[in-house]
Every structure is written in structure tokens, then in C-alpha cells.
């Protein structure tokens, strides 16, 4: 069973925009935060930014704060990571994730128990 399923990787030149998408179901749809992580060729996977369901504060790291958003539409159980202003470093395989952060803090990707399939993102210079 597939809980979560993402679309809307692609590819785009340095300071262009794409818009990821994210359902979730089953045990993932009842999580209490849902975000995103991404793992770069060579690299450790990282979060990139979650949302807690109820009150929909957000979270971002760093490095995509002020160029990533994201929202949701609860009812839907949907997700949406909208990221500008795209640069090279941003290439990576980005998974939709879903938990309640009991165990670990939400920056550590041990913290999700639903992950999507991941979808593919790559800037080009």
C-alpha cells in the first residue's frame, strides 16, 4: 500500500519554478505534520521543510527559506512544496514524508514513518 503520492518534479534552468504535490492516505493522512526531504547524488537525505496539519505552521530550513512554500489543503490530505528561484543545488530526488515527531525532531528524517516514492528535481546552470 502506497500511502503518499507525489508529482510534479521536472526540469528547469537556475532561477525557474516548479511545484511539487503530495496526497496522502491511509495511516499517513491522520499524521500530525507532513513534509519534505531530499537526498542529492552523494549526499545524506535532508529536510527541506514540514507543516504542521492542525494551525499550519511551517518550517524550513536555511537554505530554500525565502525561494520555497508550503501549503496544504487539509481536506484534501494534499501537500505542496512551491519552490523559486531554483539554483543547481536544489538538484536532488524530493520525498514526501509523513509523522508525528514523538520520537525525534522533525529535522531528522527518522521522525517519518510514510514516505512517498519520491519525485525527481534537477537545475540545470
Known amino acids: 500500500q502506497v500511502d503518499m503520492v507525489e508529482s510534479g518534479g521536472g526540469s528547469v534552468q537556475a532561477g525557474g519554478s516548479l511545484r511539487l504535490s503530495c496526497r496522502a492516505s491511509?495511516?499517513?493522512?491522520?499524521?500530525?505534520?507532513m513534509g519534505w526531504l531530499r537526498q542529492a547524488p552523494g549526499k545524506e537525505l535532508e529536510w527541506v521543510s514540514f507543516?504542521?496539519?492542525?494551525?499550519?505552521?511551517?518550517y524550513y530550513t536555511d537554505a530554500v527559506k525565502g525561494r520555497f512554500t508550503i501549503s496544504q489543503e487539509r481536506a484534501a490530505n494534499t501537500i505542496y512544496l512551491q519552490m523559486n528561484s531554483l539554483e543547481p543545488e536544489d538538484t536532488a530526488m524530493y520525498y514526501c514524508a509523513a509523522g508525528d515527531g514523538t520520537s525525534y525532531p522533525l529535522q531528522d528524517p527518522r521522525a517519518y514513518t510514510s514516505w512517498g516514492q519520491g519525485t525527481q528535481v534537477t537545475v540545470s546552470s
Open positions: 491511509g495511516n499517513a493522512a491522520t499524521s500530525a505534520v
Open positions: 507543516i504542521a496539519r492542525r494551525g499550519g505552521r511551517t
